[in-house]
């Protein structure tokens, strides 16, 4: 009976090791920047600090934003963005994390608003299930923050009774992220919450990385959907 219980117990281990393995093989598969972000971004020279790629503007105006990658894409491949942001006044921090996974780390935030005391306002927000980090965050530290937006993500806690303005920017042609599935789910943000979608965009255009499986065809190039993403969060935060 000793041994069957002890053969059990070391099927289950071997079972354990064998599922962690596949998901850190599964992880080392990422999206990395897209040969057209490279031709606009000096990928290789952007700045780091000790949360991850950090974004400096040269006539700060006091605000920051934190963005949380989507699963399995590089940081790097939100830079573009990132430096429309800067461009605008913003300081930009995205944060490193374990595996590409920002769902093991939602409290990456702290790091990042602990090292820059000069931001007075913080927006967070995140791509797909960097998104769904970003609200694990938010959820814990509303008063600290002055935003939350998702692209092409949505909350999975309830901030029905909040006043926490929220932002979301979904894509016509996500394959992955559905407008459905954020419009059956409305219910979940605050009343403080504007809503974009962006005609003939899709889930990879959100970053540029290239194409992502079981996503659908963008209508639109992918730095149009940027310069939209771009554009509705600089409308969204101007006032904030």
Do not use: C
Request: glycine share 8%; charged share 20%.
């Amino acid at each position: 009976m000793v041994k069957w219980s002890v053969r059990l117990l070391l099927a289950a281990i071997a079972v354990l090791l064998a599922a962690i393995a596949g998901f850190v093989i599964y992880a080392q598969f990422d999206y990395g920047p897209s040969a057209e972000l490279k031709e606009r971004v000096a990928v290789d020279a952007l700045e780091r600090d000790g949360s991850g790629l950090i974004f400096q503007p040269e006539k700060p105006n006091g605000k920051g934003v934190i963005l949380y990658q989507g699963a399995k894409v590089e940081a790097a491949a939100y830079a573009y963005l990132a430096e429309k942001l800067q461009a605008a006044g913003y300081t930009v921090a995205i944060p490193d994390m374990p595996l590409k996974f920002p769902i093991l780390a939602a409290g990456k935030a702290d790091e990042v608003i602990a090292t820059y005391p000069a931001v007075e306002k913080w927006f967070i927000g995140g791509h797909s299930l960097g998104g769904v980090a970003a609200a694990q965050y938010a959820e814990e530290h509303q008063d600290e923050l002055a935003g939350l937006y998702f692209l092409a993500a949505y909350p999975v806690g309830d901030f029905a009774l909040s006043d926490l303005p929220m932002l979301s920017v979904s894509a016509e042609n996500d394959g992955l992220t559905l407008p459905q599935d954020i419009k059956e789910r409305q219910m979940l943000f605050s009343a403080n919450s504007e809503f974009i979608e962006i005609a003939g965009g899709n889930h990879a255009q959100f970053g540029l990385y290239g194409e992502q499986k079981n996503d659908l065809p963008a209508a639109i190039s992918p730095l149009d959907q940027q310069d939209q993403v771009a554009q509705a969060l600089l409308d969204w935060m101007a006032n904030k």
